[in-house]
């Protein structure tokens, strides 16, 4: 284990301390969950948004898929995390900031992103804000990009009355058990191909 990854570690366990409904779990994701929910991507997919980056697991293995910093919004809510990360990997774009507010920013020049990596903790968080999170990165993504979720549960953490609101379908793409604890990725995408930002409206 290397001196990056003990004090990740650390990190993460401090930060879950905190804030655990926030954080959700007190280790970061392994390298065998960042590699099954990386594993779609690649330097053809264009711009990547990643929700809840934490320490850097799933942006690490981005880089190594091929994926620039320059091509990289990395949304983070905590401060430690996000001071880290804009460090760490200078040439991509850190915003600290809610993941619920992202379309409220604009990304890429306003070019569309092909894909979005979600570390966000799905299952804590209330209808109406996982609603204002989807609607948001649906609005960044191009038509047929797809939003990566993982999830610690037995069945996608976006339930069917959540994703028909959405106009989005969920698609298991794998699991994994060696990381701790075992963990599922979910594939979202559009039914349609219609970006569902319209719908915001209806939520409360």
Not at 111 to 126: E, I
Not at 170 to 191: D, F, H, K, Q, W
Request: glycine fraction near 10%; proline fraction near 7%; aromatic fraction near 8%.
């Amino acid at each position: 284990m290397t001196d990056d990854t003990v004090a990740d570690a650390f990190g993460f366990f401090r930060a879950w301390l905190k804030d655990p409904l926030m954080v959700a779990a007190v280790a970061p994701s392994g390298r065998a969950l960042a590699s099954l929910i990386t594993s779609e991507i690649s330097d053809e997919t264009g711009p990547v948004i990643e929700l809840g980056p934490g320490t850097g697991v799933f942006t690490r293995a981005l880089i190594a898929r091929g994926v620039r910093q320059e091509d990289l919004a990395l949304v983070e809510l905590g401060s430690e995390f996000a001071i880290a990360l804009q460090l760490r990997y200078s040439a991509a774009r850190t915003l600290w900031m809610d993941a619920a507010r992202l379309c409220e920013v604009e990304l890429f020049d306003g070019a569309p992103a092909g894909a979005v990596v979600s570390g966000l903790p799905l299952l804590s968080m209330k209808a109406g804000k996982v609603l204002r999170v989807l609607t948001g990165a649906f609005d960044k993504l191009e038509p047929d990009g797809a939003f990566y979720q993982f999830t610690y549960g037995l069945r996608c953490p976006v339930g069917p009355p959540l994703l028909a609101e959405v106009g989005l379908r969920a698609e298991r793409i794998g699991g994994t058990l060696a990381n701790l604890p075992p963990a599922s990725v979910y594939r979202l995408t559009r039914l349609h191909g219609d970006p569902p930002a319209h719908r915001l409206r209806h939520v409360s």
